[in-house]
């Protein structure tokens, strides 16, 4: 029995080495496993970082551009402003102008056309008769003299007041 009890031993040391092995292959798997899923979390926190600085990155990038485009567009709404006011001064000349020339050819159509019908006066001075003979035909002609305007009531010179 003896040689069976040692055999007996054997077999159960020889289990329990193998259990040991076991347990020892299972627990290098366990710890490689573990360090692969540490390897992968560490691997996928960096990669989703990365994608969030190339998104802020793109959102600056984006809010850069937009302010740039808002910028060209104040600008550009200023030099249309600036142009369309320069061709409304522009346009309100001309038609000043165009009123002034025109009011000048109206004028000098009218001082044509006086010119032409009659002459306004002569350069010499006409003299006709004397100042008593100018004052004695005023006399004659007075409604107060008794003259001209006598026939009308009131002796006003035929004015109906």
Same mark, same amino acid.
Request: charged letters at 15%; proline letters at 2%.
């Given at each position: 029995?003896?040689?069976?009890?040692?055999?007996?031993?054997?077999?159960?040391?020889?289990?329990?080495?193998?259990?040991?092995?076991?347990?020892?292959?299972?627990?290098?798997?366990? *710890?490689?496993? /573990?360090?692969?899923?540490? &390897? +992968? =979390?560490? %691997? !996928?926190?960096? @990669?989703?970082? #990365?994608?969030?600085?190339?998104?802020?990155?793109?959102?600056?990038?984006?809010?850069?551009?937009?302010?740039?485009?808002?910028?060209?567009? *104040?600008?550009? /709404?200023?030099?249309?402003? &600036? +142009? =369309?006011? %320069? !061709?409304?001064? @522009?346009?309100? #000349?001309?038609?000043?102008?165009?009123?002034?020339?025109?009011?000048?050819?109206?004028?000098?159509?009218?001082?044509?056309?006086?010119?032409?019908?009659?002459?306004?006066?002569?350069?010499?001075?006409? =003299?006709?008769?004397?100042?008593?003979?100018?004052?004695?035909?005023?006399?004659?002609?007075?409604?107060?003299?008794?003259?001209?305007?006598?026939?009308?009531?009131?002796?006003?010179?035929?004015?109906?007041?």
């Amino acid at each position: 029995m003896a040689i069976g009890a040692i055999i007996g031993l054997l077999a159960a040391g020889a289990g329990a080495y193998s259990a040991y092995n076991q347990q020892k292959a299972a627990r290098e798997a366990a *710890q490689q496993a /573990e360090a692969a899923r540490n &390897q +992968a =979390r560490t %691997a !996928a926190q960096e @990669q989703l970082r #990365q994608m969030q600085a190339e998104a802020a990155q793109r959102a600056s990038q984006f809010e850069s551009q937009l302010a740039l485009t808002k910028q060209q567009t *104040q600008a550009f /709404e200023q030099q249309n402003a &600036q +142009a =369309r006011q %320069a !061709a409304e001064r @522009q346009i309100a #000349q001309q038609k000043q102008s165009s009123a002034l020339a025109i009011q000048q050819q109206k004028l000098q159509a009218a001082i044509q056309r006086q010119q032409n019908v009659a002459p306004v006066g002569s350069r010499v001075r006409k =003299r006709v008769g004397t100042p008593a003979a100018l004052r004695t035909s005023l006399e004659i002609q007075s409604p107060l003299s008794g003259g001209v305007g006598m026939g009308t009531p009131n002796a006003t010179g035929g004015l109906n007041v």
